[in-house]
């Protein structure tokens, strides 16, 4: 068994969640998949699958689910990949190589070689215009601040003293890891479509809190 393992937070992903992992069936990694307590539809919709590790949420929110999965896992390694199936397994392999010698490796559509056949365009505008904040404030020299397609080193990530429980984890992690001066690269991935149900960003009410995340990270590291 690798010394990875695939960290996969789950919000009413009964539609793609199955047909992804049959495809990460194909890849020898650990497996977790966090999910909520009311989300049954999803539960059972992989309960025949064995080698995969079921977490349930204490607390509900996209960032605690990564917070509480990243303190399940035991490996050397971890990796935030979505249920949807949009973040493509085949970079899995260049992302650990290039991880033994870093800290962190984040996936990026807007780098040559990236792109997506599921972005829009307000997810497309604000996602460059938060990654030039966050470049211009905190030089994180990110082209994609907001996609969590992140594989790690699971001692690192967890020193980090993530807080965030919502979405504005996506900003956090990057910021926090700038600000503790990890290593970490950026390299290009193509974001496919997802194969079922839709997303549960909010553009404009999440990207708010984004935005003050990153105002309030910035005002920490001043004083």
């Known amino acids: 068994m690798s010394d990875l393992t695939l960290l996969i937070p789950a919000n009413k992903e009964a539609e793609s969640l199955p047909s992804f992992l049959k495809e990460l069936a194909d890849y020898n990694y650990q497996k977790i998949v966090v999910l909520q307590k009311e989300d ?8 025949n699958f064995k080698d995969v590790k079921i977490c349930i949420q204490k607390n509900r929110g996209y960032g605690n689910a990564l917070i509480e999965g990243l303190n399940s896992i035991n490996t050397d390694f971890f990796c935030i990949i979505n249920a949807d199936g949009s973040m493509d ?3 899995l392999s260049q992302m650990l190589e290039d991880c033994r010698k870093k800290d962190l490796v984040f996936a990026s559509r807007y780098l040559k070689g990236g792109g997506s056949d599921d972005d829009n365009l307000i997810t497309l505008v604000g996602n460059k215009c938060f990654s030039f904040l966050g470049n211009i404030l905190f030089k994180l020299k990110l082209s994609d601040i907001l996609y969590t397609y992140i594989v790690g080193n699971t001692h690192s990530i967890k020193n980090l003293g993530l807080k965030y429980y919502d979405f504005r984890i996506c900003v956090e992690i990057p910021i926090l890891a700038k600000i503790k001066k990890l290593h970490y690269i950026s390299i290009p991935s193509k ?3 997802r194969i079922g149900g839709v997303k549960k960003v909010n553009a404009f009410k999440d990207g708010f809190l984004i935005l003050t995340a990153i105002i309030s990270l910035f005002i920490k590291k001043k004083f």
């Not at 049954?40 to 309960?47: F, G, L, V």
């Open 40 to 47: 049954e539809e999803t539960i059972n919709s992989i309960s």
């Open 89 to 91: 397994p085949k970079y």
């Open 191 to 193: 974001e496919r479509k």
